[in-house]
């Protein structure tokens, strides 16, 4: 019970502070500016990439849901940090309530944890379309499609809700500056003046096995593919193979790169500097790069991009 009432807890007594990354800046006026245009730029890319799979009818396969739900995890990833620590800059406000902070870490451990899942669901999804093509319609059908990501989500806000009032539960009688432009779960134990070394070794280990899980299937997934286009006699359809996979993997090596930095290397390997580049890399770069990685290198999304800019003048003459 004392793990569910962390909000009520907490209200009323003082809030944190985010230091954030614009104090370590000789230009921070310009790094808003940037920030804002990356920001502009991933909240764009992702809305139009779910539109245009949403709408177009050859889009409505599996490997195209499934990045449509990666689009929908990165809007979301996005909007819940860089839209208070821009308007903190500008308002030259740093405060941050500890209702708003253990909300702010569950939404952001939540997405995590989801999208690790969805990585591994969607290097599934490469498996059995290259595989068992014969067999991929049937046995990755809407329903199994709806199934798997649900349960992304699922696993997901478990680990949001395991990780989230356990670390805002603990003492803060320290400075209650967190070093970090948002409240994440090892920044805001910085502060913590309780032993924590227990909690630190169990979210290490549940960080290992929220790794190791997606890890596997991805690694076993790739390792079938990579047998499959060797034996394919075709070169255009080797090609095609190593296209489709290859967005995946960019995306694969970009988020669990920055994961397994930041929970699971020693804290002796980490600054508060270091920490905050590596945040900015998967909290707002990634995001941003995610629908250019799906786009540009891909005929479909790209035909259906076409389709839909040509149906202003093709409406317009139907109308004359």
Known sequence: MKNMNWMANYTGESDFILVGIFSQSNHPALLCVVIFVVFLMALTG???LILLIHFDAHLHTPMYFFI???SLMDVMYISITVPKMLIDQIMGISNISAPECGM????????AGSECFLLATMAYDRYMAICHPLHYPVLMNHRLCLLLASGCWF???VDGFMLTPITMTFPFCRSREIHHFFCEVPAVMKLSCSDTSLYETVM???CVLMLLIPVTVISSSYYFIL???H???LAEGQKKAFATCSSHMTVVILFYGAAVYTYMLPTSYHTSEKDMIVSVFYTILTPGLNPLIYSLRNKNVMGALKK???VGPVFQETIK
């Open 68 to 70: 449509s739900q990666l």
């Open 227 to 229: 047998l499959t286009i």
């Open 231 to 233: 034996r394919m006699n």
């Open 155 to 157: 696993l997901g806000s």
């Open 104 to 111: 702010q870490m569950f939404l952001y451990v939540t997405l």
């Open 204 to 206: 290490y280990l549940c």
């Open 46 to 48: 992702n809305a139009v």
């Open 308 to 310: 839909m800019l040509n």
